[in-house]
């Protein structure tokens, strides 16, 4: 497969026909000129990316870019942050410095980005992530979506009364839900005489609940495909410890982050919390799934720089889109 | 009806960028005209400019500005400025300084701003040519609202977060003019306690040079000679950017903070000439009008008024008109007021020129002196008849009007009197 990313025009001597074109000295000129007040390792990550094209190097651009339009007391923040670092509430970004940065970023790594894609970005990880995919020619990351019950039962393969999500929000790199133990679970009627429990099995269960919603509404899809609900299923999960029992009245609140995600396998880490307390961490939970053909296709992509060999099907396999999303 | 009093002053001009330096140039009459770089090039025949001072806003971007340190400016707030902003917000500082005004006495319902500048040319010349040149989407999200007529009051409006009227005036060089008058009514009337006023200009190439297409500004190469108004040998007027503001407050607020206000605002006028886009009348109808009117509304006798700052920018027809409408109001040669104008000094601020020269007004009640006119010796005779000191006399006027004149024969007359 490799083999077939290499151009068809390889070893004649007319140019290539697509790509980036050549980085020109007046084109550093420029770029130096537009980082001007970055980090001189942003411009390096720059002048990187416009030479080879790498993707790798973007990271580096955008937190540079972002840095630069932060307020000089804020920028510390940026130092080791994560990818949960919000442009608004804590970096002070407005929606018209979001934009600065959008222009300056599009100037730099020669890409177009659209209003409509701007308005989901949150987080330094969604604008990172965001940025990747185009780069790359992905499909772009779905924005962070809250899901009510109708919406949740709507869409999983589980039904009450073996359903254990109340309300979830679903992004494109990690999935949140809350479950209130009622106490009307009719297991709790044997687990155990006289003393209701939530069962360890089912708090599982719930995480692995909220692995299928992500699949099913936040992991990105190839074009034109879906991932079907009748194809998900179990097939392991590991460092699973318990630290406190749970009871009715108690509100779970459940987290899950893909691991890795390679067809037909995903793997997830998963936690559960009450209150401020841990009650289940499990280190890896992997269900498998497969795509159908999706009945809506997705958005097209826009990102003009696209590398070369991603832009054909038959070039070099492409990472899987989750997995350039993860790694960004 | 509320009384209306100047509490505060902020000042970036070409003669001085705080109160005392201003105050001692007027006195001793000296100006702030330079040799303008930009302007010395062949294909340019003007060459003096009333130059601000310690402040550096010739690159279009705004982080690349310089100004004086004691003034902290967030990029924030830079980035939406034109240079005339940032002149706005520096004397804005200085004002409510001056005004010991705190936060909670800028921000309320009963405080407001109005503006007045001719927006920045250099900056909408910048994004239109990169609009053209890189595409609309890859233009600056704020070039807008750095651009345009108005972005004085969306800037400072927004940095002060002021609550009460805010608008922004556009009656060229009447524009500040008008808006201390709109704010004068504004407060007597009850609806606001408190105003700013604010005027300014970027005062560079896009600014000033346009105005030598209308054959209106001086070719002299003299900064000593450039302006010369009521001169029999003046040949147009030397442009000049910066920014003053004024605060005017109503009785009952200066009472309360127990500030001593400069002078009293004791009225207004206006009138228009109804006669050419941009020629003042010849028999100076619409000026001699406005003063009229303001002389009425402010309950001032014309034999009453000590000094007249005069509009008068050395144009060869603005001074004529200027001085034929002075003469049918103060028409006693017994009781003439003094008149200077004291563009000689600074040159002709466009919109900023009525806030800038009634600020000097303010000044000079308050430190008893009455600026005479620099650089005129030779009285041109279409002139005569007016009482054009050549020097500055250290005494106390009681009542002063600041005449203003715009294109389109807009013309505002103010009133102050002594506090």
């Known amino acids: ?328 | 009806m509320p009384r209306v009093f100047i509490t505060g002053l902020g000042f970036v001009t070409s003669i001085g960028n705080d109160a005392p330096t201003v105050t001692r140039n007027l006195r001793e009459l000296r100006h702030g005209f330079e040799l303008y770089p930009p302007f010395q090039k062949p294909d340019i025949p003007c060459k003096v400019v009333g130059t601000i001072k310690d402040f550096t806003t010739d690159s279009t971007d705004p982080e690349d500005w310089t100004f004086p340190a004691r003034y902290k400016i967030k990029r924030e707030l830079l980035r939406s400025m034109a240079p005339n902003g940032l002149f706005a917000q520096c004397a804005m500082l200085q004002a409510i300084d001056d005004a010991r005004l705190t936060e909670p006495d800028i921000s309320n319902s009963v405080t407001g701003l109005y503006a007045a500048s001719g927006g920045s040319p250099y900056l909408t010349h910048y994004h239109h040519e990169r609009l053209l040149k890189v595409g609309v989407m890859r233009c600056s999200p704020l070039g807008i609202v750095a651009s345009i007529v108005g972005t004085l009051n969306f800037n400072l409006v927004a940095a002060f977060k002021i609550q009460g009227a805010s608008c922004g005036f556009s009656s060229a060089c009447a524009s500040s003019a008008h808006a201390l008058g709109y704010a004068f009514d504004d407060i007597s009337l009850g609806r606001q306690k408190r105003m700013f006023i604010v005027g300014a200009e970027d005062g560079n190439v896009d600014a000033i040079l346009p105005f030598a297409g209308m054959r209106t500004l001086s070719l002299q190469t003299d900064p000593n000679l450039a302006s010369r108004p009521f001169d029999a040998a003046r040949d147009g007027f030397v442009g000049t950017g910066g920014s003053t503001v004024l605060v005017l407050e109503s009785e009952d607020e200066v009472v309360r903070r127990g500030v001593q206000p400069y002078a009293e605002f004791l009225g207004w006028g206006q009138a228009s000439d109804g006669y050419n886009v941009a020629i003042s009348h010849p028999g100076g109808s619409g000026s001699a009008a406005s003063i009229a009117n303001a002389l009425r509304a402010a309950k001032v006798a014309p034999e009453a008024v000590d000094y007249v700052n005069a509009h008068a920018t050395s144009t060869l027809i603005g001074d004529i008109s200027e001085a034929r409408a002075l003469r049918s109001i103060f028409n006693s040669p017994a009781t003439r007021p003094l008149v200077s104008s004291t563009k000689a000094l600074t040159g002709h601020g466009l919109s900023l020129a009525g806030a800038m020269e009634s600020g000097f007004c303010a000044l000079a009640m308050r430190e008893k002196f009455i600026p005479g006119n620099a650089h005129l010796t030779t009285v041109d005779p279409e002139c005569s008849g007016l009482n054009l000191p050549r020097t500055t006399e250290n005494r106390a006027a009681n009542i002063m009007v600041k005449n203003s004149s715009g294109f389109g024969g807009a013309n505002v007359a103010l009133v102050f009197q002594r506090a």
């Open chain 1, 1 to 328: 497969m490799p083999d077939a990313a290499a151009p068809s025009n390889l070893g004649t001597n007319k140019p290539v026909p697509s790509g980036p074109k050549p980085f020109a000295p007046e084109d550093e000129v420029a770029l130096r000129e537009a980082l001007k007040r970055c980090s001189p390792s942003t411009f390096e990550a720059a002048v990187q990316f416009r030479k080879t094209g790498n993707a790798e190097h973007v990271p580096a651009v955008v937190i540079g870019v972002v840095e630069r339009f932060v307020e000089p007391d804020l920028r510390i923040k940026l130092k080791d942050a994560g990818d949960d670092l919000r442009l608004i509430e804590d970096l002070g970004i407005d929606s018209l410095t979001m934009m600065e940065i959008v222009i300056l970023v599009e100037d730099v790594l020669q890409m177009t980005i659209n209003n409509d894609e701007l308005r989901n970005l949150r987080t330094v990880g969604d604008v990172k992530t965001f940025i990747d995919c185009k780069i790359r020619g992905l499909p772009l990351p779905k924005p962070t979506k809250f899901l009510p019950i109708e919406h949740i039962g709507a869409v999983m393969p589980m039904q009450p009364p073996f359903l254990f999500l109340n309300e979830a929000s679903v992004s494109s790199t990690a999935a949140n839900g809350k479950y209130k133990i009622s106490g009307q679970e009719y297991f709790l009627q044997g687990h155990f005489k006289d003393n209701p429990v939530m069962p360890a099995s089912i708090m599982l269960e719930a995480l692995g609940q909220l692995a299928v919603l992500y699949l099913l509404e936040g992991a990105p899809t190839e074009p034109g495909k879906a991932v079907s609900p009748q194809t998900i299923f179990f097939t392991g999960c590991e460092g699973v410890r318990a630290h406190r029992v749970c009871k009715p009245g108690d509100i779970l609140s459940l987290s899950i982050k893909p691991k890795r995600m390679k067809m037909p396998l995903a793997t997830f880490e998963g936690s559960i919390r009450v209150g401020q307390e841990k009650a289940v961490i499990a280190e890896e939970i992997t269900l498998t799934y497969a795509f159908v053909d999706a009945v809506n296709a997705p958005l097209p992509i826009n990102g003009t720089v696209t590398p070369e060999g991603a832009k054909t099907p038959e070039a070099a396999p492409a990472p899987t889109p989750l997995r350039a999303a993860i790694n960004a």
